[in-house]
C-alpha cells in the first residue's frame, strides 16, 4: 500500500525567503509523485510531477521538488516566497503506470508573511 | 484546451436526499477519476472510470456510484445523504502521461 506523509500542516515563510515543504513517500514500487496546489475555494493545480527520470524536477510558479529514493523524499522547493504562493500544497503518490488511484498527503498551509 | 468542468459548483441538499454531480473531462481524456475532500479525511479517492467501466474504487459505502458516458462524461451520485457527505466533490481527467488534471469541483452542503 502506498501513503503519503507530509511535515508541518502549516508553514510560515517570509516574502523573499526560501520556501521548503517536505513529503514523505512509502510504496511497494517505483512511484510517481505529484505536488499540487489548491487557492481557496477552487480546485487542485498541478505544480509538478516525478515519473522516474530525472530527480530533480521542475515545475511552474517556479517550483522544484528533488527525488530521493534514500530518504524516500519528494521535498518541494521554491529560492524565493512571493505573496501568490500563499496556498494550500498537497503531496500526492501513485503506483504509476496502469494505476490511476492518487493517495494524498494531509496538505500544508503556506503563509507569506509581508 | 478546456479544461475540466464540474457542474453544479454548489449544492445544498438534505438528509435522506440524493444528488447527482457531473464532470466533463478535457477533451481526449477518457479517464475519471472522483476524489471527496474533507476537513476531517483530507482528499480522498472515491472510484476511476475509462471507457464507460470503473477501474478503481476506493473504501466508500455503496451509497456512493458512478458511471461514465460513451463521450467520457461522468456522473457520481450519492443516495440517501448523510450530514457527514458535506465535502467538496473533485472531478480529474487523466492524460496519457498519467497525470491527473482537476476541475474547480462542486461543494455539497448536507442540511
Known amino acids: 500500500a502506498q501513503s503519503v506523509t507530509q511535515l508541518g500542516s502549516h508553514v510560515s515563510v517570509s516574502e523573499g525567503a526560501l520556501v521548503l515543504l517536505r513529503c514523505n513517500y512509502s510504496s511497494s514500487v517505483p512511484p510517481y509523485l505529484f505536488w499540487y496546489v489548491q487557492y481557496p475555494n477552487q480546485g487542485l493545480q498541478l505544480l509538478l510531477k516525478y515519473t522516474s527520470a530525472a530527480t530533480l524536477v521542475k515545475g511552474i510558479n517556479g517550483f522544484e521538488a528533488e527525488f530521493k529514493k534514500s530518504e524516500t523524499s519528494f521535498h518541494l522547493t521554491k529560492p524565493s516566497a512571493h505573496m501568490s504562493d500563499a496556498a494550500e500544497y498537497f503531496c500526492?503518490?501513485?503506483?504509476?503506470?496502469?494505476?490511476?488511484?492518487?493517495?494524498f498527503g494531509t496538505g500544508t498551509r503556506l503563509t507569506i508573511i509581508p | 484546451k478546456a479544461g475540466v468542468t464540474q457542474t453544479p459548483r454548489y449544492l445544498i441538499k438534505t438528509r435522506g436526499q440524493q444528488v447527482t454531480l457531473s464532470c466533463s473531462p478535457i477533451?481526449?481524456?477518457?479517464?475519471v477519476s472522483w476524489y471527496q475532500q474533507t476537513p476531517g479525511q483530507g482528499l480522498q479517492f472515491l472510484f476511476e472510470?475509462?471507457?464507460?467501466?470503473?477501474?478503481n474504487k476506493g473504501n466508500f459505502p455503496g451509497r456512493f456510484s458512478g458511471r461514465q458516458f460513451s463521450n467520457s462524461r461522468s456522473e457520481m451520485n450519492v443516495s440517501t445523504l448523510e450530514l457527514g457527505d458535506s465535502a467538496l466533490y473533485l472531478c480529474?481527467?487523466?492524460?496519457?502521461?498519467?497525470?491527473?488534471?482537476f476541475g474547480p469541483g462542486t461543494r455539497l452542503l448536507v442540511l
Open positions: 480529474a481527467s487523466l492524460d496519457r502521461q498519467e497525470t491527473q488534471y
Open positions: 472510470y475509462f471507457s464507460e467501466t470503473q477501474r
Open positions: 477533451s481526449g481524456h477518457r479517464s
Open positions: 500526492a503518490v501513485s503506483e504509476g503506470f496502469g494505476n490511476e488511484k492518487l493517495t
